[in-house]
């Protein structure tokens, strides 16, 4: 299986994390976004990021191609098998994707990916913006969620993945969560992120 992406996005992290705890062998393409590679645009038309080509099976999209490894190497599950553990389990994947990521990716721009990447200069008044008024709710709402180390269930998942996934984007725009504020979250982060499927897919190249 080929894998497309920069492991640098929570996307492709994702993929990266849930191949590694499936222990299926992958070969890691690190492309950017709209990236002219013959291989990934075929895999990945609208030149989005992850993308997979396993022997002629090509897809994009991370929750796709999660649904896909799920069903072809079942163990260990990722996705849980009661009804209602695997809709929570769905609706943290999009929180993790949508809500969560759309304010952590303010800080990681404005603080990462401009000065670092793109060399311009970030805006430091919106990335404290998104520190101070929109993280701080989101981060409640998951201290309130958490009462073990997992997410959903007693077992890692999609879940875990989706959530922690962001996170360590954050960090890379020097934002750690605080433990003394979101004590349960903080230290669900450093667990989950410290597994060593995040550290291997944190490792991978980025470009």
Do not use: C
């Amino acid at each position: 299986m080929i894998v497309y992406g920069s492991s640098i996005s929570p996307f492709v992290r994702k993929v990266l994390v849930a191949l590694a705890e499936k222990r299926i062998r992958y070969e890691h393409r690190p492309v950017a976004p709209q990236a002219e590679d013959p291989g990934f645009r075929t895999a990945s038309p609208l030149g989005k990021i992850p993308a997979i080509d396993n022997g002629g099976f090509r897809l994009a999209d991370s929750s796709a191609i999660l649904d896909y490894l799920e069903r072809q190497s079942p163990l260990p599950a990722l996705i849980p098998a009661d009804p209602e553990d695997a809709a929570r389990a769905r609706w943290f994947e999009k929180f993790g994707e949508v809500e969560f990521n759309r304010q952590l990716s303010v800080v990681f721009t404005e603080r990462f990916l401009k000065p670092r990447l793109l060399k311009v200069p970030g805006d430091e008044a919106l990335a404290q913006q998104a520190i101070d008024t929109d993280l701080p709710p989101l981060f409640d709402y998951l201290e309130s969620q958490i009462s073990g180390p997992f997410l959903v269930e007693s077992a890692f998942g999609i879940a875990d993945i989706a959530v922690a996934a962001p996170f360590h984007n954050l960090r890379l725009g020097q934002v750690e969560v605080d433990a003394a504020r979101w004590p349960k979250l903080a230290g669900w982060v450093t667990l989950t992120l410290d597994r060593p499927s995040f550290v291997t897919a944190i490792a991978a190249p980025a470009w």
